[in-house]
């Protein structure tokens, strides 16, 4: 073997079947992980493999409030040093502006390090004017707003319209990108039904009203969510609660590098040896 063939990547060797993938920084094909304690080492391991396919980690609930002292804060810089954004969980902030302590947390998140914050209602009820408010609070203070829409599996179930509505307004409103919830089971929430699947009825009528799919991150905690959302959008599609374990079998359904996806083109190419 030649010293060239030696040094070359896989890169220039092969190409992506499913081509297009957008590198970062970037807009679509966000990656949103879903860390639930993670240890200091599993996060320096994580992001040393995978920096490259995560766009966003969000620390789960109300868990950076539970962490051993200072490790928090390293937790925080070790995913800045590799320009990944990191932000609370959105059931945090919903404890927060239930005691009126919205702008005391949106505080405490800037001086830890935070570089994003999740405004939800999926368990708490928040009203419009308190949600535009907490909007734009945190915009005003310089934080990547992102708004998460739908209740928990325990909350009253919304229609696909007020769905849709609620995340036109919270882009209107200041928000980057609004999560369409999924929690980390992927059942019986959002659009997915008892099976996980997705209620495509619904689909097609959120799509109605939200013309860009860009501007949603698409909790979908499991490979057939994930799967189909790549075959109905492309590679560039936002997935969101990516479990840490999971980011490069994920991006290799994203490029083509698994079955799952491989067969989308497996029949177009030509083929010699």
């Keep these: 073997m030649s010293g060239q063939e030696s040094t070359a990547s896989w890169r220039d060797i092969i190409s992506f079947p499913l081509g297009g993938r957008q590198s970062k920084p970037r807009d679509c094909g966000l990656t949103m992980v879903i860390d639930k304690g993670m240890g200091i080492g599993e996060t320096r391991d994580l992001l040393q493999i995978n920096y490259e396919h995560i766009d966003f980690i969000k620390l789960g609930f109300g868990t950076p409030a539970l962490y051993a002292a200072g490790t928090l804060e390293e937790k925080i810089q070790l995913a800045r040093s590799y320009d990944i954004e990191i932000y609370p969980g959105g059931t945090f902030m919903e404890v927060a502006i239930m005691q009126n302590k919205t702008r005391e947390f949106l505080c405490k998140c800037k001086s830890l390090g935070f570089t994003a914050v999740e405004i939800s209602d999926g368990t708490v009820f928040i009203s419009q004017e308190v949600r535009e408010q907490a909007i734009f609070m945190a915009a ?134």
């Design 140 to 273: 005003e203070m310089g934080f990547r707003v992102l708004t998460e829409v739908g209740k928990k599996n325990n909350g009253p179930e919304l229609s696909v319209h007020t769905l849709a509505t609620q995340a036109m307004r919270d882009l209107e409103k200041g928000s980057y990108k609004v999560i369409l919830e999924g929690r980390e089971c992927g059942i019986n929430v959002g659009l997915y039904d008892q099976n996980g699947q997705m209620a495509r009825k619904d689909l097609k009528v959120l799509l109605e009203y939200i013309d860009d799919p860009a501007l949603i991150i698409w909790e979908a905690p499991l490979k057939n969510q994930q799967q189909d959302l790549i075959e109905k959008f492309g590679p560039n599609v936002n997935l969101g609660n990516i479990q840490p374990q999971e980011v490069l079998a994920v991006e290799a359904l994203r490029v083509g590098l698994r079955a799952d996806t491989l067969q989308f083109v497996a029949n177009l190419e030509d083929m010699n040896i």
